[in-house]
T-cell receptor, first 117, second 113 residues
Framework: AQTVTQSQPEMSVQEAETVTLSCTYD???????LFWYKQPPSRQMILVIR??????QNATENRFSVNFQKAAKSFSLKISDSQLGDAAMYFC??????????????FGKGTLLTVNP | NAGVMQNPRHLVRRRGQEARLRCSPM?????VYWYRQLPEEGLKFMVY????????ESGMPKERFSAEFPKEGPSILRIQQVVRGDSAAYFC???????????FGPGTRLTVL
């Protein structure tokens, strides 16, 4: 079974600065998807960014980018120019590439990000 | 273009009562997933359904929990004889089965007194 580990329960960053959230995972599969979700106090799960394992290029979405190291099974999220609205719990998630029951997402325990003004 | 809808948003039950949580997927989506989030934890997969079929229920507790997704109407997660340990946020997600993205609803927070 796949596992996802987020080793930083809490992180803080100054507004306008850059912060990196860590995520490692364990799998024997070669093809899969990785995701970062944001959960603000409203508890709504919001997809931030996704990465296909077969793509070597790191995904980028505006101020959010990832550092995907397939051999090391590492998938970190970098938030540039942090804003107060970025404050939330961030979850890393894994999904198998193949279909069927492998559609389910496996989540890490999350990292609580605080943004200081 | 409504997203995934869940109701109720908050549900309070006393021990021994039944809880019914509803999920209406996004328009055009026929795949539904239920996840549970215990306090201070990440989301844990419970069950994956397509219309009228349970595809994967490997994350469902063996007793008291059941799920359905009928041909018409929302998906229902049913918890019988609730206990305090069932207190959690329950999230539903839907997909069209082709893309790799699941869209989440706002969740139902269940409190068992």
């Amino acid at each position: 079974a796949q596992t996802v580990t987020q080793s930083q329960p809490e992180m803080s960053v100054q507004e306008a600065e850059t912060v990196t959230l860590s995520c490692t995972y364990d799998t024997s599969e070669s093809d899969y998807y990785l995701f970062w979700y944001k959960q603000p106090p409203s508890r709504q799960m919001i997809l931030v960014i996704r990465q296909e394992a077969y793509k070597q290029q790191n995904a980028t979405e505006n101020r959010f980018s990832v550092n995907f190291q397939k051999a090391a099974k590492s998938f970190s999220l970098k938030i540039s120019d942090s804003q107060l609205g970025d404050a939330a719990m961030y979850f890393c998630a894994y999904r198998s590439y193949s279909g069927g029951s492998n559609y389910k997402l496996t989540f890490g325990k999350g990292t609580l990000l605080t943004v200081n003004p | 273009n409504a997203g995934v809808m869940q109701n109720p948003r908050h549900l309070v039950r006393r021990r021994g009562q039944e809880a019914r949580l509803r999920c209406s997927p996004m328009k055009g989506h026929s795949h539904v997933y239920w996840y549970r989030q215990l306090p201070e934890e990440g989301l844990k997969f419970m069950v994956y359904l397509q219309k009228e079929n349970i595809i994967d229920e490997s994350g469902m507790p063996k007793e008291r929990f059941s799920a359905e997704f009928p041909k018409e109407g929302p998906s229902i997660l049913r918890i019988q004889q609730v206990v305090r340990g069932d207190s959690a946020a329950y999230f539903c997600a839907s997909s069209d089965g082709n893309s790799n993205e699941q869209f989440f609803g706002p969740g139902t927070r269940l409190t068992v007194l």
